[in-house]
């Protein structure tokens, strides 16, 4: 059970699904680094991102023609909302993580639209803010992508998202776990069966329980978010995902030729309308 205090039955098993991927403490601490965290350049932007992949086409309809503003919850480098532009005149980008924010900000300024960046973790930078009595400025289209599976605590983060957004909220997500790619190696390195789920069906059925009804898209992942299976990154990318040490190289990467990791081939894309036609509070 996890210790996540979900309002629904579908958000309580969301929370416990989620749960189910905690690793050992005594594996992790084999790794040389968390295997939950994220390698910032992985993230950056490049010239692989596609302004007309429908990932960005389903947002840019919500947007005015233009002077449209997005908040994008999870930035990283900014590659799910910086193609926005410049339908999108202003961007603020909200991450747990300043290296992820860094790289956000350097892209933007080089595109030369505005932006802001909000350090922490949602909802609470928006909850804090809230109290605070200077609630974060509402947007026209919030965006959130591939970061639902790092969330047990779903239903408060997507009531966030929602309040924030004039027009709506597009969200994506791979349709399955995206640690699932490592389960064959989990079991091969550590003999550890992991699970399979939540997948994309589970969040939806959080949103259902909440009310929200949104559309449904399959879309093929986009070229830029496939960076796991970059050759040149695969070795680097499954030793911090398998608590591995760089010692292991040659053997991972060996492995690693012959069990190629089952990254998922389809992202699917969440969108819904946003509840805020005011400037707050909520
Ligand atoms: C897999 S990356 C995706 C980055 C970007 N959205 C993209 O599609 O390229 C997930 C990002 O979400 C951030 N993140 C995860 N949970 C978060 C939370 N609750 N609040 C804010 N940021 C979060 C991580 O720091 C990381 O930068």
């Given amino acids: 059970m996890s210790d996540t205090v979900a309002l629904t039955a579908a958000g309580q098993r969301w929370a416990e699904l989620l749960a189910s991927w905690a690793i050992p403490d005594e594996i992790v601490a084999r790794g040389e680094v968390p295997p939950w965290s994220h390698d910032p350049a992985t993230f950056a932007m490049d010239d692989t991102a596609d302004p007309s992949n429908p990932i960005f086409e389903l947002a840019r309809e919500l947007l005015p023609v233009d002077g449209g503003s997005v908040l994008d919850v999870g930035c990283g480098g900014g590659r799910s909302s910086l193609p926005l532009f410049p339908r999108a005149d202003r961007i603020i980008g909200v991450d747990a993580s300043w290296a992820m924010l860094d790289q956000f900000a350097a892209a933007a300024q080089s595109l030369g639209v505005g932006h802001r960046e909000i350090e922490g973790r949602w909802p609470d930078v928006a909850i804090a803010a809230e109290m605070s009595g200077s609630p974060l400025e509402r947007v026209d289209v919030v965006v959130c992508h591939h970061v639902f599976f790092n969330v047990p605590d779903l239903e408060p983060f997507v009531v966030a998202l929602t309040a924030m957004a004039r027009l709506g909220v597009v969200a994506v997500l791979p349709r399955r776990h995206p640690m699932s790619a490592w389960n064959a190696a989990w079991k091969h390195f550590w003999n550890v069966d992991r699970p399979l789920g939540p997948t994309s069906d589970e969040a939806v059925a959080v949103l259902n329980a909440l009310g929200i009804e949104p559309e449904v898209f399959e879309v093929p992942r986009p070229a830029m978010s496939r960076h796991a299976e970059d050759p040149a990154l695969l070795v680097r990318s499954a030793r911090r995902r398998l608590c591995l040490t760089s010692d292991r190289d040659d053997e ?24 805020s036609d005011h400037e707050g509070p909520w």
């Fill in 252 to 275: 991972l990467a060996e492995w690693l030729r012959a069990n190629p990791p089952d990254f998922t081939r389809d992202v699917v894309v969440l969108r819904w309308p946003g509840a």
